[in-house]
């Protein structure tokens, strides 16, 4: 009975020492989002800048669109920012913005800094569209067809090699 109080212990922290070593190779920017394959969901946000115009779900349909979940306070924002703005130059896609629960004055600061990339950019200020749309934080990207469904939901700060392995050819595949 007195090995048993050292034994379960023991078991009990290899056991967990195992999840979290497993853990170390997951890769997290390639979590399944329920939304696959299925429309987004329906939103109107009223517009980041004023006298622009916001963004809504029927915006995202008709021709391939790349929304990215930002916010003046993230600082992976602030790291994939120079990849958009090349994504807006190559001009292959309709790129739209969503700022996430950010003051207003911030992230139009934050643009006017770094630039902007955006057609359109609705305010999610109480995060109820991020909620919609599953996001777990910023940045997060999400690509939709010409028929207005989600075909894939990339989790974290896109990186060059993000960009040139997975999501160069998704844009490429999705405008044919």
């Not at 939103?43 to 930002?70: C, I, K, M, R, T």
Request: hydrophobic share 45%.
């Amino acid at each position: 009975m007195r090995r048993l109080i050292y034994v379960v212990p023991a078991a009990v922290f290899a056991l967990l020492a195992g999840f979290f070593l497993a853990g170390l190779f997951l890769k997290p920017a390639e979590i399944p989002t329920a939304l696959t394959d299925k429309p987004v969901p329906e939103f109107a946000l009223p517009a980041l800048h004023e006298g622009a115009q916001g963004l809504a779900s029927a915006d995202l349909s008709g021709a391939v669109s790349v929304v990215n979940v930002f916010a003046s306070w993230c600082l992976p924002c602030r790291v994939e920012h120079p990849l958009l703005m090349e994504l807006a130059k190559a001009g292959t896609v309709n790129l739209y913005g969503i700022n996430y629960k950010d003051k207003s004055a911030d992230a139009r600061k934050w643009l006017d800094e770094l630039g902007d990339p955006f057609q359109r950019i609705g305010a999610d200020l109480d995060g109820r569209v991020g909620i919609d749309l599953g996001v777990y934080g910023v940045p997060e990207t999400f690509f939709i067809g010409r028929d207005g469904r989600i075909k894939y939901k990339h989790i974290g700060p896109i990186t060059v090699e993000d960009m040139e392995r997975r999501i160069r050819p998704l844009i490429e595949k999705l405008n044919q």
